[in-house]
């Protein structure tokens, strides 16, 4: 996938899916759905006549996701975000759906000047040659926000370009079990946002957050020496090295599946199934947060590979023993649970 920050740089012409597209969850992919090549389209539904009509046509337009660096949002508070996909991961999410190319728009304040109308001519027209544009139902763009996705659909079919404004998707969540505000803010939007996977995730609804995002969370980092105290009580791990602004789910104990990046995906015996721990290690009087990952009946070295870290299930809070032994022992159980697990999932 061709990935640019410049505009002119950008492959052209192009179908446009605009939006910020943090998570690449499952109403993103509603929207990025109309922009896919139509080979693409094609084959996801099973048309093979379509297929064939599709291969054959020219020119080639390249299915684009625009979004935004930095975010909108850090760029008006100077406050640095968290991302649910930081770059490597959104561009290996934005690849698995088949997008050819993803536009970076620098967010300075040349672009968020613009008005609506000078976005879509500047941004859209003469340096995208958009030929299409996919937008959510609730896209807002311009200066101050002023366009709407209405708007843009307006804007653009001066110009002759079509623009799919694709409806919300959501998600029926069960009823709260308690009055916490977050709770009470997820039972009253059922719509499927960034925002609502993020508050999922610090809860511990790990599964609820998975159903949103249409695949299990994900972690991608490189594997980096540690204190080596797993080791020592027979439970050796592999410390993940994240990008800073990696959005982290609450501190605990998680089963995961492992995938090395320079292996295979596809072949199952590639796939390694561990559990892994996110916080502080107060047993140890850790200073720093840390994630770490070990592999069930595995054994090898991983340092400097980089894993695709998949969480499945969220298994315990973290919490302080009084022992290494008394640690040992309740790992050892962890790793039972999510043995069982993905003996079940088989």
Known sequence: MWVTSSTE??????FVALGKFDGVHRGHQKVIQPILPPLKRAEDEGNFAETLFAS????????????????????????????????????????SLGVEQLVLLPFDKELSTLSAEQFVEKILVKQLQAAQISVGQDFCFGSNRSGTALDLKLIAAQYGIPVSIVALETYASHEPTDSSDVSVAWAEETRISTSLIRQLLLRGDLQSAN???????????????????????????????????????CHGVYAVRV?????????PENIYLGVMNIGHRPTVNGTYQSVEIHLLDWSGDLYGKKLIV?????????????????????????????????????
């Open 9 to 14: 740089l950008a492959r052209t012409p192009t």
């Open 56 to 95: 054959s046509q020219t020119p080639h337009l390249y299915s684009t996701v625009v979004t935004f660096n930095p975010h909108p949002q850090e760029f008006f508070t100077g406050q640095p975000r968290t991302w649910l996909t930081p770059l490597d991961e959104k561009v290996h999410q934005l690849q």
């Open 211 to 249: 159903q949103l995002l249409g695949r299990a969370y994900t972690l991608i980092g490189t594997v980096i020496k540690g204190q080596q105290l797993g080791r020592t009580i027979g439970f050796p791990t592999a410390n993940l090295q994240l990008p800073k602004d990696k959005f982290l789910p």
């Open 259 to 267: 995938t090395v990046c320079d292996e295979t995906p596809d072949n």
């Open 310 to 346: 998949q969480l499945e299930r969220f298994l315990r809070p973290e919490q302080k023993f009084s022992s290494l032994e008394a640690l040992k022992t309740q790992i050892q159980q962890d790793c039972n649970v999510a043995r069982a697990f993905f003996r079940a999932q088989s």
